[in-house]
């Protein structure tokens, strides 16, 4: 199983609302990331967790909480959220260790996040 | 501090011209090398990657990068595009000992014309 998981493909929510984004891998990575992506631009990178321990946080405001309840498992809680947060999140995954082929991240298909 | 240049945000090509996506970066040390391609509405996918080793990187797709380290360079290439190739592409470092981030370059949008 080569694939990053990410459910669900599309959410809209009010700016009142909590919402969680939830990523999923099997392939036994122990870095997991979320990254931002607004339209025509690159992926931002907001939190990297390694070994299941937030290890960047890329100055996300507190409205985006990740957690990372086992290795597997990757979430992103929404609260209180602007209309600019509306992008594509997308979570990825790579092995990490010693020697270059570890250094590869896969990506999933991304949420589709729309705030009202 | 590492940075990565793509030349042209957009590309343009006739379906079965070549393709040539221009990549430069900025490192003293050659990082990890990587080229991800976008399709509307997806997640990135890999195409290839150079770590070490031969220089020309053979890909997903037909596709192929050759590292320069002299011109600091990762330029992607296909020798003949097809319509299925129209995407937006995203070269991408990461440095050997820097940690978990991928520095992104702004992406290039191919569209292939019939």
């Not at chain 2, 020798?79 to 820097?98: L, T």
């Amino acid at each position: 199983d080569t694939e990053v998981t990410q459910t669900p493909k599309h959410l809209v929510m009010g700016m009142t609302n909590k919402k969680s984004l939830k990523c999923e891998q099997h392939m036994g990575h122990r870095a997991m990331y979320w990254y931002k992506q607004k339209a025509k631009k690159p992926p931002e990178l907001m939190f990297v967790y390694s070994y299941e321990k937030l290890s960047i946080n890329e100055s996300v405001p507190s409205r985006f909480s990740p957690e990372c309840p086992n290795s597997s498992l990757l979430n992103l809680h929404l609260h209180a959220l602007q209309p600019e947060d509306s992008a594509l999140y997308l979570c990825a995954s790579s092995q990490e260790g010693s020697g270059s082929s570890y250094n590869e991240q896969f990506f999933g298909p991304g949420t589709r996040l729309t705030v009202l | 501090a590492q940075s990565v240049t793509q030349l042209g945000s957009h590309v343009s090509v006739s379906e079965g011209a070549l393709v040539l996506l221009r990549c430069n970066y900025s490192s003293s040390v050659p990082p990890y090398l990587f080229w991800y391609v976008q399709y509307p509405n997806q997640g990135l996918q890999l195409l290839l990657k150079y770590t070490t080793g031969a220089t020309l990187v053979k890909g997903i797709n037909g596709f192929e990068a050759e590292f320069k380290k002299s011109e600091t360079s990762f330029h992607l290439t296909k020798p003949s595009a097809h319509m299925s190739d129209a995407a937006e592409y995203f070269c991408a470092v990461r440095p050997h000992r820097g940690g978990f981030k991928t520095i992104f370059g702004a992406g290039t949008r191919l569209f292939v014309k019939a």
